[in-house]
């Protein structure tokens, strides 16, 4: 059975940062591409970040680019979203999420595994 359990969120003054981390348990995490997204009240979930299995790529939304950096180790089955210059929209849920394939994809539909969510809070 595949387990994904964020940690590092948490309440956070603008302009700070948080790293946000995912580990994996359950299959061979280095065989399968990562991703990170979020969903605050009232929105759809988005995408944010993703990684392919080797964390040779990676990939990151227009809206945290900049802002955001996906990581992996593979040898601690763990994925990282390294978060900076916070702002209060930047409040959410933040998800880690498995792929089944090692290329990763901007899309929900493409992840099969879910994490419980660590939520975020920034304060202006």
């Known amino acids: 059975q595949v387990q994904l359990v964020e940690s590092g969120g948490g309440l956070v003054q603008a302009g700070g940062s948080l790293r946000l981390s995912c580990a994996a348990s359950?299959?061979?995490?280095?065989?399968?591409?990562m991703g990170w997204f979020r969903q605050a009240p009232g929105k759809e979930r988005e995408f944010l970040a993703a990684i392919t299995w080797s964390g040779g790529s990676t990939y990151t939304a227009n809206s945290v680019k900049g802002r955001c950096t996906i990581s992996r180790d593979n040898a601690k089955s763990t994925v990282y979203l390294q978060m900076n210059s916070l702002k209060p929209e930047d409040a959410a849920v933040y998800y880690c999420?498995?792929?089944?394939?090692?290329?990763?994809?901007?899309?929900?539909?493409?992840?099969?595994?879910w994490g419980q969510g660590t939520q975020v809070t920034v304060s202006s």
């Open positions: 359950g299959r061979t995490f280095s065989d399968y591409a």
């Open positions: 999420a498995s792929s089944e394939r090692r290329s990763p994809t901007t899309q929900i539909e493409g992840y099969n595994y």
